[in-house]
């Protein structure tokens, strides 16, 4: 098995425009490649991170003022510190040969970044990764589910030889703690009917 230098392309572009929609703290690429991502996270985020198994032959993250770390995914990492979790995995179905672009027979590669980036996405953060057409969805959002995150497909293209789907993984709004809302069947009848002038009742529409 080995790993070569992964030279951005359609792939790269294409997730990398996805992820000019966020902005925030700290932002993690996991398998970040020559970091030419990490570069563009620079310009939205606060703290940009990647991690990858080969050390990339360009510097421009460097002048930016993104951090690489050589790891195997986010094992280095401690749970719940990044705003977003970004990555484009190998994504080619099939043993892995070349850790660059195979992504194992049942896509054991995607799937570990995936549960890697839940576990170090902080609560309400995002994840957004890249997959092609051969991937089941369904078997990355059963991955989601039991962590509360719901996965839609954000971008796509279509190109001569392969289709990319963009997917954002977001945990659904929950009411937060002491907003939640006095509802009328809670009321008494005398609080109903207004016999305490001083009480200010708010009745949600
Ligand atoms: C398809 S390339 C994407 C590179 C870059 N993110 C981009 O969009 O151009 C996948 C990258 O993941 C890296 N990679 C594969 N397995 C990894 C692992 N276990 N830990 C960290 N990086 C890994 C590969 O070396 C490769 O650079």
Redesign the pocket.
């Known amino acids: 098995m080995s790993?070569?230098?992964?030279i951005?392309?359609d792939?790269?572009v294409l997730?990398?425009k996805a992820l000019r929609s966020y902005a925030g703290g700290s932002a993690l690429?996991?398998?970040?490649?020559?970091g030419?991502?990490l570069v563009d996270l620079c310009g939205t985020f606060d703290l940009v991170v990647g991690?990858?198994?080969?050390k990339p032959e360009m510097g421009d993250w460097t002048a930016e003022g993104a951090n690489l770390v050589l790891?195997?995914?986010a094992s280095c990492l401690r749970d719940s510190v990044f705003d977003l979790v970004a990555?484009?995995?190998?994504?080619l179905r099939g043993i892995v040969e070349d850790?660059?672009?195979d992504a194992g027979v049942d896509l054991e590669?995607p799937k570990?970044?995936l549960r890697d980036a839940i576990r170090v996405v902080k609560p309400g953060g995002r994840i957004v990764f890249?997959l092609d057409q051969d991937a089941d969805i369904d078997e990355f959002q059963s991955i989601c589910k039991p962590r509360g995150f719901r996965v839609r497909r954000i971008a796509s293209a279509r190109l001569f030889y392969e289709e990319l789907s963009v997917y954002a993984a977001e945990q659904a709004q929950r009411p937060r703690v002491g907003q939640g809302r006095l509802q009328p069947k809670m009321l008494g009848e005398a609080e109903k009917a207004g016999r305490f002038p001083r009480m200010r009742i708010v009745i949600p529409h």
């Open positions: 790993g070569t230098q992964y951005a392309s792939d790269s997730l990398r690429e996991i398998g970040a490649g020559n030419g991502n991690t990858e198994l080969v790891a195997d995914s990555f484009n995995p190998p994504y850790r660059a672009v590669v570990k970044f890249l």
